[in-house]
């Protein structure tokens, strides 16, 4: 018999790598998403597209088919509502961020406000599912990347092709752990498949970690033209950060992102590991993990920098 999975936040960078899996696997998939395609594209095959402000999420499953899973791979206010229109789910998956707790006492205004709503949707989520005695398996990853669409990583490998450089902060010793959206694909996958469903909170991180300067450079090493690292005093970059954000177009850079590369933002996730088998690659980036698949492409998603 098909399974079937709700996924919201489709057209994410998560979704770009789940989607596909899904199918392989064999699960009839409704996907939400606001930038849902208009016309077939290469994942349809027992795909079908909804977006949310034209079809009333009560509506779904009398028109689409009961679901028995729920995927959320964007905003969690969403996944919460979409509970409601979905009865008879037996168990939930939902990307949060590990920024809900690296960056909980940010002192920049907009980017703590961001964070106490990314909590106050977990709690929610959380709570929801608690009442119903649904499983949800709330993840946080690290820093993802896989297809050019994050605001971290990507963001980098941008700026390098602009400037030929990547700014560092003093030493840029922070440790970091890149998570590919594709191994969080998969992580998402096995799941929805396990014998026994997962009710936890959890960090999902990458196989490696390394400095924020060791990162900075493996990204530099995949461009056409590379790119050098260029060290400035970390006060200096704070102050220069919010200017490109303002002047330059590169939307979202921040004084605390300059002071973070020398924090260790690191988190354990091997109770994770050791309950689903899961083993994500380590850092070595390539071209191609900067670079949006033809499909995703078709969804006209945003430049990373906007």
């Known amino acids: 018999m098909e399974r079937t999975v709700w996924v919201s936040g489709a057209s994410s960078q998560l979704g770009v790598f789940l989607l596909p899996r899904l199918r392989d696997a064999g699960f009839r998939v409704l996907a939400l998403s606001r930038r849902a395609p208009r016309s077939p594209v290469a994942v349809a095959d027992h795909v079908s597209w909804v977006r949310p402000e034209e079809a009333a999420l009560a509506g779904l499953a009398a028109a689409q088919g009961e679901p028995e899973f729920l995927v959320s791979c964007g905003p969690l206010d969403l996944a919460r509502r979409m509970l409601d229109a979905a009865p008879n789910l037996r168990r939930v998956v939902a990307f949060s961020s590990s920024s809900v707790v690296s960056k909980a006492d940010s002192p920049d205004a907009e980017e703590g406000a961001r964070m106490a709503a990314m909590a106050r949707a977990e709690s929610a989520l959380t709570e929801a599912c608690a009442?119903?005695?649904?499983?949800?398996?709330?993840?946080?990853?690290?820093?993802?990347?896989?297809?050019?669409?994050d605001r971290n990583v990507s963001l980098l490998a941008a700026f390098a092709r602009r400037f030929g450089l990547i700014p560092l902060a003093g030493k840029a010793g922070g440790l970091r752990q890149p998570v590919h959206a594709d191994d969080l694909a998969e992580l998402a996958l096995r799941a929805l498949t396990a014998a026994a469903p997962l009710d936890r909170v959890s960090p999902a991180c990458g196989g490696s970690t390394l400095s924020y300067r060791e990162m900075a450079q493996r990204i530099a090493d995949t461009l056409p033209r590379r790119a050098r690292l260029l060290t400035l005093p970390?006060?200096?970059?704070?102050?220069?950060?919010?200017?490109?954000?303002?002047?330059?177009?590169?939307?979202?850079?921040?004084a605390e992102m300059a002071r973070r590369q020398n924090r260790d933002l690191v988190f354990d996730d091997s109770a994770l590991r050791q309950a689903l088998a899961w083993?994500?690659?380590p850092f070595a980036p390539t071209a191609a993990d900067f670079e949006t698949p033809a499909y995703a492409r078709s969804l006209q998603l945003p430049d990373p920098r906007n």
């Open 131 to 149: 009442q119903r005695g649904l499983p949800l398996l709330l993840l946080r990853p690290t820093l993802i990347y896989g297809c050019g669409l």
């Open 279 to 281: 083993s994500p690659r």
């Open 234 to 254: 970390a006060g200096l970059l704070a102050a220069l950060l919010p200017l490109a954000s303002r002047l330059g177009g590169w939307k979202g850079l921040n």
